[in-house]
């Protein structure tokens, strides 16, 4: 995700349904599917969207604080980002309860149900460029490919709908934030859904496409089907790509691959400036489709100033885990004329592989001259992470 201080985009994340048709002991948001719940796993997809988003958790008011564990256990660094409500007795006064507490720098409003627990990040992107784009809210959704037929009080069949123009429609549903509130300030009447209430108050809302994924967890068939689709193998490794480049400061001391060097001009940054270890938490990052380092760091965050590089790859480590994957192992290339690795390589190996948690690999080299690197101006870091997928977990192939 991409780090603004004030983000244009919140998600509500309606959590506060009883489940009654699942017949669980709990309210449906926090049932697991694959040893993770559905809110946990709702998480996941709005997390790894590209943009940084305000998100707000929708939730029984006794469940209030596993929400709030939940949140902290898949955000990690990013929990800030999260907030935990209380909802109302419906789905509608529950959406409202999360609508009172969206930030007044967000321009766009997202409703999520956390019983689409595998809707893919992808599906939340879609739903926000079309915001963008069209001005006005959008839903996504599914063409009918079962044949519809009216029925009457005797379960009588009366006629056959044309099922062109029919559309089963999905979630996230995307709104610039004054038509949602218009609506909802509105609304007398409960509705089924968010598109009803804006479309009642005479704003457009257009449908765009779906995903087979996104699909409703409602009875105990759903969670079944939602069962094997988490748990099917998938041992494709992922890979991600993490760059880094920090200038040379010369008053600073230097901190790279985790190591101090004395005697060495520091680079500058917020943080140490440890180029290696921040290349090497993008590529973590990217691989499991959990956004970059500003995004879950946040480039401003005074919690992160002056911090150490093993900050940022252990807790990367720990979110590319809690997301359903084990690191493979991670290469680095640093790119500049000093420091020279080659006496220190083995000890700076050693200890990002520590950090990692897998073999790193770190191999030096200069551009001859050319470029702010020739120049001896700074140094830049290319790291490329493997990936692979733990059985049984969530991971961003899940959802």
């Known amino acids: 995700m991409t780090e603004t201080s004030e983000p244009r985009v919140a998600v509500i994340v309606v959590a506060a349904g009883s489940g009654t048709r699942l017949g669980a002991a709990t309210p449906k948001a926090f049932v697991p599917v694959g040893g993770v719940t559905l809110l946990g796993r709702s998480l996941h997809s709005v997390l790894g969207m590209s943009e940084h988003a305000q998100v707000i958790i929708v939730a029984p008011s ?39 507490r969206v930030q007044d720098s967000a321009q766009v409003v997202l409703v999520h ?32 490919s079962d044949t519809v037929k009216r029925v009457d009080a005797r379960d009588d069949i009366v006629e056959t709908v044309d099922r062109s123009a029919l559309s089963a429609v999905q979630t996230p549903q995307g709104y610039p934030k ?20 804006v479309s009642a108050s005479g704003r457009r809302v257009s449908v765009v496409a779906g995903d087979p994924m996104a699909f409703k967890i409602t009875t105990p068939w759903d969670l079944r089907r939602a069962e094997e689709l988490v748990s099917r193998p998938d041992d494709s490794p992922r890979i991600g790509v993490g ?111 520590e950090f990692v948690g897998a073999p790193v690999s770190i191999s030096a ?28 977990a969530v991971s961003r192939s899940d959802t």
């Open 62 to 100: 006794e469940f209030v604080d596993d929400a709030r564990v939940i949140a902290a256990d898949v955000a990690g660094a990013a929990a800030a980002a999260v907030t935990v409500v209380a909802g109302g007795e419906t789905r509608q006064q529950s959406v409202l309860a999360g609508l009172d």
């Open 113 to 144: 149900d956390a019983a689409r627990a595998l809707t893919p990040s992808a599906l939340f992107e879609r739903v926000i460029a079309e915001v963008d784009a069209r001005g006005h809210g959008v839903v996504p959704g599914l063409p009918v």
């Open 178 to 197: 004054g038509d949602l509130v218009e609506a909802y300030a509105r609304a007398r009447e409960e509705a089924t859904d968010d598109a009803a209430l």
């Open 243 to 353: 760059t880094d480049t920090h200038g040379f400061d010369p008053v600073a001391e230097l901190w790279l691959a985790g190591l101090h060097w004395p005697g060495e001009a520091g680079l500058a940054g917020h943080s140490d400036g440890d180029a290696v270890s921040h290349a090497i938490t993008d590529a973590l990052l990217s691989a499991a489709g959990l956004g970059d380092i500003g995004g879950t760091f946040g480039t401003d965050d005074p919690r992160f100033q002056g911090a150490h590089g093993e900050v940022f790859v252990r807790e990367a480590r720990r979110l590319v885990e809690n997301a359903g994957f084990r690191v493979g192992n991670v290469a680095v290339q640093v790119i500049g004329n000093r420091p020279r690795f080659a006496a220190r390589r083995h000890e700076a190996e050693a200890l990002l592989s």
């Open 365 to 392: 080299t200069t551009t001859d001259g050319l470029g702010f690197t020739g120049r001896g101006e700074g140094v830049a870091v290319i790291a490329t992470a493997l990936l692979l997928h733990n059985a049984g």
